[in-house]
């Protein structure tokens, strides 16, 4: 996905009070119906939009109903916390201003009590070093040394990790692919659970395991896809990946690659249909040489096209299901930008990204105009936009929304399940 994280941008601004404008419970002297929802505190905890890990202060927080009522602004406290009582599908919006650049961030489908992470909490920070030394293999050219923040080249016969915090793990799967002088593996020998400690080292010792050759087919294609990809990576998502694609005749494809085996491997396979993206995600075993998907009874929806409309502080989302399943998706991402420039010639860049549980249109909170004149005009012009729909095999949005933002940057890790995803985005010039 596109632009989860951005610069690191920190507006210092007054304290603004909570203005209690939630919707009214039930009149005094009438009994509320029993599934009536209640309303509870709601709590934003707002992350460095770049990824540092660190939290931003004095930046403003609009909470709204899902009736479109304004409950409040309260900025960030010293913790980069900001509150606000409100009713259950309530939204909250982050607004995140620096020199040339604003962010908008808005999470909806709020309940009671939460929690929420606004951003992501995994700094990108340097965790340390790892030295893995491996034996030299008769006809290797260079060596890809594979950890769990990915892989590192070597001529020799050692090579040093770099481990930052987002990827650090207490045990590794290290692996040592050996390759030809055109890239290609020869051979490959792996070391599973190497318990990590920053600046220390390991030793790979053994013989190298023979290439094999992966197969993965690919049936019940709609006519619509012009292509499909597919990529094997070993161990899961972060190791040393090959892959191939070709076009779908007759509603099939074969796709073969040479490749390495290991304790776990993943595929992702990739579908294109116009401006539309579809991709299935798999974690299967790493000595699994065999893969087959029914197409049509794999992927989400098509989301087939998005309209963006400045003027109207709109995003038309249209989905379509032709050769796809009706399966609903656990969160969908938009993210849209747009620029406007000022007499003086100064040009300011605006980011919006909103998710949620449901897929379909999206309409822009109406920020009040005391946060600052952030919200879309006609004259301004329209950037990129980018649209995702997710669903994962073992999580659902309930469980991943105090901690969404997190959750998609460690997407497909080992154990995550199958995950599924539809995405829009318009090819160069096109809206």
């Given at each position: 996905m596109r632009r989860l994280l951005f610069a690191l941008v920190v507006m210092v601004m007054g304290c603004d009070p909570v203005v209690d404008k939630h919707?009214?419970?039930?009149?005094?002297?009438?009994?509320?119906?029993?599934?009536?929802?209640?309303?509870?505190?709601?709590?934003?905890?707002?992350?460095?939009?770049?990824?540092?890990?660190?939290?931003?202060?004095?930046?403003?927080?609009?909470?709204?109903e899902a009736d479109g009522t304004l409950v409040g602004h309260p900025t960030t406290d010293s913790n980069g916390v900001a509150t606000a009582d409100v009713h259950a599908n309530a939204s909250a919006t982050s607004v995140v201003t620096t020199q040339g650049e604003t962010q908008m961030t808005t999470i909806v489908g709020l309940q009671p009590s939460d929690n929420i992470i606004m951003g992501t909490s995994l700094a990108s920070?340097?965790?340390?070093?790892?030295?893995?030394?491996?034996?030299?293999?008769?006809?290797?050219?260079?060596?890809?040394?594979?950890?769990?923040?990915?892989?590192y080249s070597g001529n020799g016969s050692a090579v040093t990790l770099t481990i930052y915090t987002y990827c650090k793990t207490a045990t590794m799967d290290l692996i040592v692919v050996a390759e030809d002088q055109s890239g290609n593996p020869i051979g490959s020998i792996e070391k599973p659970n190497v318990a990590y400690t920053?600046?220390?080292?390991?030793?790979?010792?053994?013989?190298?395991?023979?290439?094999?050759?992966?197969?993965?087919?690919?049936?019940?294609?709609?006519p619509g896809i012009t292509n499909i990809s597919m990529n094997r990576t070993v161990p899961s998502n972060t190791g040393y990946g090959r892959g191939t694609s070709g076009t779908p005749a007759n509603g099939s494809l074969q796709l073969s690659i040479t490749d390495i085996?290991?304790?776990?491997?993943?595929?992702?396979?990739?579908?294109?249909?116009?401006?539309?993206?579809?991709l299935v995600f798999d974690n299967i075993a790493g000595n699994t040489l065999t893969y087959s998907m029914d197409v049509g009874a794999s992927l989400l929806p098509w989301i087939s096209s998005v309209t963006p409309d400045l003027a109207a502080k709109k995003i038309t989302v249209v989905t379509d299901t032709t050769g796809t399943t009706n399966d609903k998706p656990d969160l969908f991402y938009e993210s849209l930008s747009y620029s406007r420039t000022d007499g003086n010639g100064n040009t300011t860049n605006y980011y919006w990204n909103?998710?949620?549980?449901?897929?379909g249109d999206v309409t822009l909170p109406a920020l009040p105009p005391e946060i600052g004149d952030v919200l879309p005009k006609s004259t301004d012009s329209l950037g990129s936009s980018f649209t995702v729909e997710l669903e994962m095999s073992t999580l659902t949005w309930d469980m991943i929304r105090?901690?969404?933002f997190d959750t998609l940057q460690t997407l497909g890790g080992a154990g995550s399940g199958k995950i599924r995803e539809s995405a829009y985005q318009p090819r160069q010039g096109v809206q």
């Open positions: 919707t009214p419970d039930a009149a005094p002297g009438i009994d509320a119906a029993p599934d009536a929802p209640s309303h509870g505190m709601v709590s934003v905890k707002v992350y460095d939009p770049n990824g540092a890990g660190t939290v931003v202060v004095g930046v403003p927080v609009v909470f709204i920070s340097q965790d340390g070093t790892f030295a893995v030394s491996y034996p030299a293999m008769p006809g290797a050219s260079s060596y890809e040394v594979v950890g769990p923040c990915g892989s920053a600046g220390g080292t390991t030793a790979i010792t053994g013989g190298y395991q023979a290439i094999s050759t992966f197969n993965a087919g690919y049936t019940n294609v709609d085996t290991g304790q776990t491997a993943s595929v992702l396979s990739r579908a294109t249909k116009d401006s539309s993206i579809d909103i998710v949620g549980p449901t897929v105090p901690v969404v």
